[in-house]
């Protein structure tokens, strides 16, 4: 999968962003969204921000979990009890590969063009059951709605706001100012390396 993770103000202005792929199941960490569609993130994750202003006064609970799709891509909300959002928006697609053009040239409104993502194969499923549940467990990563999915966004958005809360309580931070912290983005990459 790939990711871009965003933190936004409680004047909703941004005060961080990173893109950064999956670590898990052989992936090298890269993000692997089209140049077409990169500059697109910023505004995918800033509309929901009005799926935010609805959801944020009906659960008490600080993961939201995913609020929003667009398209092939879902964005997940962590809100902080001063109601600054932490917002990823993250892209499944099959792990090692890079974008494909047969998608976007067959329809290019499609973002981006990545092919959907599958829980298993027909060759796994001719496979014995053994190799059947490590390959199940290898898709895991890229179906955003599977339960050990939501359980790994969960711990990094807890490790996320436990490094926001260290960088915050800096006296020479301020309460609605851009983290331009490199300590603060080593703890976030470590996150991701270690979580998604």
């Not at 993961?63 to 009890?81: G, V």
């Not at 892209?91 to 976007?104: E, I, K, V, W």
């Amino acid at each position: 999968m790939s990711y871009y993770f965003c933190i936004v103000g409680s004047k909703d202005n941004p005060l961080f962003e990173l893109e950064f792929g999956t670590s898990k199941q052989g992936g090298d960490g890269v993000a692997r969204f089209p140049a077409e569609a990169r500059h697109l993130n910023q505004f995918i994750v800033h509309s929901s921000l009005d799926i935010v202003e609805e959801v944020q006064w009906l659960n008490n609970q600080m993961y939201l979990k995913r609020i929003d799709t667009f398209s092939s891509a879902h964005i997940s909300l962590f809100l902080t009890p001063t109601t600054t959002k932490f917002l990823l928006l993250h892209l499944p697609h099959p792990p090692n590969t890079a974008p494909s053009t047969a998608s976007s040239s067959s329809n290019p409104n499609i973002f981006p063009p990545f092919a959907p993502y599958t829980t298993t194969s027909s060759a796994s499923l001719r496979s014995s059951s053994s190799s059947l549940s490590s390959s199940a467990a290898a898709t895991v990563p890229t179906n955003p709605t599977a339960p050990q999915t939501e359980e790994a966004l969960r711990l990094f958005f807890n490790e996320v706001f436990e490094a926001w809360l260290k960088a915050t309580m800096n006296p020479f931070q301020g309460v609605n100012a851009a983290l331009a912290s490199p300590v603060f983005r080593a703890r976030v990459v470590a996150a991701g390396r270690k979580y998604l």
